[in-house]
């Protein structure tokens, strides 16, 4: 089996690249290698008559160092 060693965290929006890393490696004790991030828009909604629309969010990928593991459980 592939495994990428890649971890998806929902950030505050206003974080950047450089305090996700540090954040993961301080929670988690591990090794990070990169870290992608993408600005998520929030969609469209209606209730009834009102339209309105979900709140944007920042999306991270973190890639761990070979040997470095988050235990999800």
Do not use: C, Q
């Amino acid at each position: 089996m592939l495994t990428l060693n890649k971890h998806l965290f929902w950030v505050d929006k206003r974080s950047n690249k450089i305090e996700i890393k540090k954040a993961v490696e301080d929670i988690y004790k591990v090794k990070v290698s990169g870290v992608n991030t993408v600005m998520m828009r929030g969609k469209a909604k209606r209730v009834r008559y009102a339209v309105g629309k979900t709140p944007d969010w920042k999306k991270a990928v973190v890639t761990l160092k070979e040997g470095s593991k988050i235990d999800v459980t």
